[in-house]
């Protein structure tokens, strides 16, 4: 089956500091891979997605790169700052005939970033 | 763009009663729709999948005539909790994908469930 690993938290950074949350997956065929962001009282936001090997994907200064060798999705940013904090999931999906199946997804990464 | 409504956002009810929710793509026509349950600090658990005019395809351990899934209609989606039992209670959230973007599924706010 497929499954999600990600670093639990919280983490707790200042402000600016380098962030890496840490993501690795075993999957049945070839996965894409996602970070999802839920800020408080909201649903979860799509942050970035990379859809094969090699791929970064980007946004808001996060950014992941697919590493099929080591299986991993790890979440960086250089400088984070307060508006960042919120929790932080690590997500898989297989594709499947007419679209991606439904998402499995890592335990979440509760990120407090202090001033 | 591509947002996700989902009604009621918190319910309480009696147990052995029923609960309808409802999950509505706003701006797009979902031919994808997923449902999700987060227990309190855990990740979310895929439940089911529904196509348009299809059946649901639940996960294994999920029980069919427990949770039930419409997706009547291209942008509304709902589930009912029958004969909802304490354990039930959690957070339900939809998520709704459309004919473009086959990997990007875009998320309801959530519904909370409390059965007493």
């Known amino acids: 089956g497929n499954s999600v690993t990600q670093m639990e938290g919280p983490v707790t950074l200042s402000e600016e500091a380098f962030l890496t949350i840490n993501c690795t997956y075993t999957a049945t065929g070839y996965p894409s891979l996602f970070w999802y962001v839920q800020y408080p009282g909201e649903g979860l936001q799509l942050l970035l997605k990379?859809?094969?090997?090699?791929d970064k994907g980007s946004n808001k200064g996060f950014e992941a790169t697919y590493r099929k060798e080591t299986t991993s999705f790890h979440l960086e940013k250089g400088s984070v700052q307060v508006s960042d904090s919120a929790v932080y999931f690590c997500?898989?999906?297989?594709?499947?005939?007419?679209?991606?199946?439904?998402?499995?997804f890592g335990k979440g990464t509760h990120l407090i970033i202090q001033p | 763009g591509a947002v996700v409504s989902q009604h009621p956002s918190w319910v309480i009810c009696k147990s052995g009663t029923s609960v309808k929710i409802e999950c509505r793509s706003l701006?797009?026509?979902?031919?994808?729709m997923f449902w999700y349950r987060q227990f309190p600090k855990q990740s979310l658990m895929l439940m089911a999948t529904?196509?348009?005019?299809?059946?649901?395809?639940?996960e294994q351990g999920v029980e069919k005539d427990k949770f039930l899934i419409n997706h009547a209609s291209l942008t509304l989606s709902t589930l009912t909790v029958t004969s909802a039992h304490p354990e039930d209670s959690s957070f339900y959230i939809c998520?709704?994908?459309?004919?473009?973007?086959?990997?990007?599924?875009?998320f309801g706010p959530g519904t909370r469930l409390t059965v007493l």
């Open positions: 701006d797009f026509q979902a031919t994808t």
């Open positions: 998520s709704a994908r459309g004919r473009q973007g086959l990997y990007t599924q875009y």
């Open positions: 997500a898989l999906s297989v594709y499947s005939g007419g679209g991606a199946d439904g998402l499995t």
């Open positions: 990379a859809t094969k090997a090699d």
């Open positions: 529904s196509n348009e005019g299809s059946k649901a395809t639940y």
